[in-house]
Antibody, heavy 122, light 111 residues
Framework: EVQLVQSGAELKKPGESLKISCQAS????????IGWVRQMPGKGLEWMAI????????IYNPSFQGQVTISADKSFSAAYLQWSSLKASDTALYYC???????????????WGQGTLVTVSS | QSALTQPPSASGSPGQSVTISCTGT?????????VSWYQHHPGKAPKLMIY???QRPSGVPDRFSGSKSGNTASLTVSGLQAGDEADYYC???????????FGGGTKLTVL
């Protein structure tokens, strides 16, 4: 059974750094793209970025390019999302997601993590 | 504002059918048969219900069906059950070098 288990909720101050994680199991991690989806309070979903753990190929949503860094560690079967300097507007629920991609086309999201709530407040 | 437009709410009584719409443009919904639908019970991981407009993953009841006409996709839930009460999100491919777009979500209430 595929499982994506995310790290716990975070409460941070503006300007602080943060790295959240998504631990994958139940499949060969290196063979599938994995990424992050944001849900701001009361809003819809937005793709942020995806990464292929084997090739380290990365695709960012232009809206998030330069704002976050996605990475993956094959040895730990984990994906990460990192901020160097958080803003209050980064307050959101972040989902790890494993899409089915064919020819760089996201066909569907087969598996989701449970979400990590990040709250940025002074 | 989300790229795809969904009604914020929908409702129906047990046993009834309800249809949720998802309106995009020719750049996304209208040009590709790559619309998917996700069910989200708050606090849990979202679940894929429909992909490629009308395909159901194994394990999803056939009470859930999808369709598309022009720039609008639809999710129909027949024989409503209490457990169907959740938020539903649509998503569509939107062209190369694009990660795809989502709707703002529809809260389905079973009366």
């Amino acid at each position: 059974e595929v499982q994506l288990v995310q790290s716990g909720a975070e409460l941070k101050k503006p300007g602080e750094s943060l790295k959240i994680s998504c631990q994958a199991s139940g499949y060969t991690f290196s063979n599938y793209w994995i990424g992050w989806v944001r849900q701001m309070p009361g809003k819809g979903l937005e793709w942020m970025a995806i990464i292929h753990p084997d090739s380290s190929d990365i695709i960012y949503n232009p809206s998030f390019q330069g704002q976050v860094t996605i990475s993956a560690d094959k040895s730990f079967s984990a994906a990460y999302l990192q901020w160097s300097s958080l803003k209050a507007s980064d307050t959101a629920l972040y989902y790890c997601a494993r899409p089915t991609i064919i020819g760089r086309v996201i066909v569907k999201i087969d598996h989701w993590g449970q979400g990590t709530l990040v709250t940025v407040s002074s | 504002q989300s790229a795809l437009t969904q009604p914020p709410s929908a409702s129906g009584s047990p046993g009834q059918s309800v249809t949720i719409s998802c309106t995009g443009t020719y750049s996304d919904v209208g040009n590709y048969d790559l619309v998917s639908w996700y069910q989200h019970h708050p606090g849990k991981a979202p679940k894929l219900m429909i992909y490629e407009v009308s395909q159901r993953p194994s394990g999803v009841p056939d009470r859930f069906s999808g369709s598309k006409s022009g720039n609008t996709a639809s999710l129909t839930v027949s024989g409503l059950q209490a457990g169907d009460e959740a938020d539903y999100y649509c998503s569509s491919f939107a062209g190369s070098n694009n990660l795809g777009v989502f709707g703002g979500g529809t809260k389905l209430t079973v009366l």
